[in-house]
């Protein structure tokens, strides 16, 4: 089983976003048994409540259900999961700084590091209009499809 676990700030937005376009496109390769996945935030400001209403709206409308509860990374998550994948340099710094001792450094990855789009971060849509919300969907479906054929082709080795 491979576990992934998308961590932005508050894991009301862009986090549980690339939670529900990886599920689908997970659930579209019949993968739904090898691969796992879940958001947190580096915050626990916003635990307990559900996605971002905007955000859940646009998501919507491209066919992704976003279904989970905020929660804040734990350190246990270190073990549990297999990439840990930040949506922004921030974020990335964050778990890194989580990481104490350094042991789960080759875990902790950039969202965009799986895009073929050529973005840096996956940006923070909750100040911004409409567009940002879209755009974040963009990078997320490019990074997501990335990420599954790197998993692929990491379980055919």
């Given at each position: 089983?491979?576990?992934?676990?998308?961590?932005?700030?508050?894991?009301?937005?862009?986090?549980?976003?690339?939670?529900?376009?990886?599920?689908?496109?997970?659930?579209?390769?019949?993968?739904?048994?090898?691969?796992?996945?879940?958001?947190?935030?580096?915050?626990a400001?916003?635990?307990?409540?559900?996605?971002?209403?905007?955000?859940?709206?646009?998501?919507?409308?491209?066919?992704?259900?976003?279904?989970?509860?905020?929660?804040?990374?734990?350190?246990?998550?270190?073990?549990?999961?297999?990439?840990?994948?930040?949506?922004?340099?921030?974020?990335?710094?964050?778990?890194?700084?989580?990481?104490?001792?350094?042991?789960?450094?080759?875990?902790?990855?950039?969202?965009?590091?799986?895009?073929?789009?050529?973005?840096?971060?996956?940006?923070?849509?909750y100040?911004?209009?409409?567009?940002?919300?879209?755009?974040?969907?963009?990078?997320?479906?490019?990074?997501?499809?990335?990420?599954?054929?790197?998993?692929?082709?990491?379980?055919?080795?």
């Open positions: 089983m491979t576990n992934i676990l998308f961590v932005c700030m508050g894991n009301i937005c862009r986090s549980p976003s690339a939670e529900a376009v990886m599920n689908k496109f997970i659930k579209k390769a019949n993968l739904q048994d090898k691969i796992k996945c879940d958001s947190a935030g580096t915050i400001y916003h635990e307990g409540e559900p996605a971002d209403a905007r955000m859940k709206r646009h998501a919507l409308r491209r066919g992704y259900r976003l279904t989970s509860t905020a929660r804040k990374f734990r350190d246990e998550d270190f073990e549990k999961f297999d990439y840990i994948i930040a949506m922004d340099k921030n974020n990335y710094k964050d778990l890194h700084s989580f990481d104490t001792q350094g042991k789960y450094k080759d875990k902790i990855s950039m969202m965009t590091d799986y895009a073929s789009n050529g973005y840096e971060e996956v940006p923070d849509p100040y911004g209009g409409p567009e940002r919300f879209e755009h974040v969907l963009d990078i997320l479906e490019d990074s997501c499809a990335g990420l599954l054929e790197v998993i692929k082709e990491k379980s055919d080795d």
